[in-house]
C-alpha cells in the first residue's frame, strides 16, 4: 500500500506562486509514476502533470519534480491565475496512466 500526503496549499494572489508538496510512503518502489491532477468547483477532475524518470518536467507554469531523498514530489505553480482555483490532488500508479493511488487533496485559492 502506498500513502500519499499533501501540503502547501493556500491562497494566493494572481500572479504569483505557490509550491504543493506530496510525501509518499508504502510501498512505494512499485510505483511507475506519480503526478497531481485537481478539481475545481463544478469541474472534472483533470491532470495537470505526471512525472515518471527524470527529475522535473515543466507543464507551462508548472513544474513537477521529485526528491527522492525525501520521498516527496513537488509541484510548483508561477504566475497563478483566478482559473487555477482548485482542490489539487497528488496522485500515483502501478503501471503508466493507471491511478491506483490518491492523496487527500490540497485547496489552492487564486484571489484577489
Known amino acids: 500500500q502506498v500513502q500519499l500526503v499533501e501540503s502547501g496549499g493556500g491562497l494566493v494572489q494572481p500572479g504569483g506562486s505557490l509550491r504543493l508538496s506530496c510525501v509518499h510512503s508504502?510501498?512505494?518502489?512499485?510505483?511507475?509514476?506519480m503526478g497531481w491532477y485537481r478539481q475545481a468547483p463544478g469541474k472534472e477532475r483533470e491532470l495537470v502533470a505526471r512525472?515518471?524518470n527524470g527529475a522535473q518536467s515543466v507543464k507551462g507554469r508548472f513544474t513537477i519534480s521529485r526528491d527522492n531523498a525525501q520521498n516527496t514530489v513537488y509541484l510548483q505553480m508561477n504566475s497563478l491565475k483566478p482559473e487555477d482555483t482548485a482542490v489539487y490532488y497528488c496522485?500515483?500508479?502501478?503501471?503508466?496512466?493507471?491511478?491506483?493511488?490518491w492523496g487527500q487533496g490540497t485547496q489552492v485559492t487564486v484571489s484577489s
Open positions: 496522485s500515483a500508479g502501478l503501471s503508466w496512466g493507471v491511478i491506483n493511488y
Open positions: 512525472i515518471q
Open positions: 508504502g510501498s512505494i518502489f512499485r510505483l511507475n509514476w
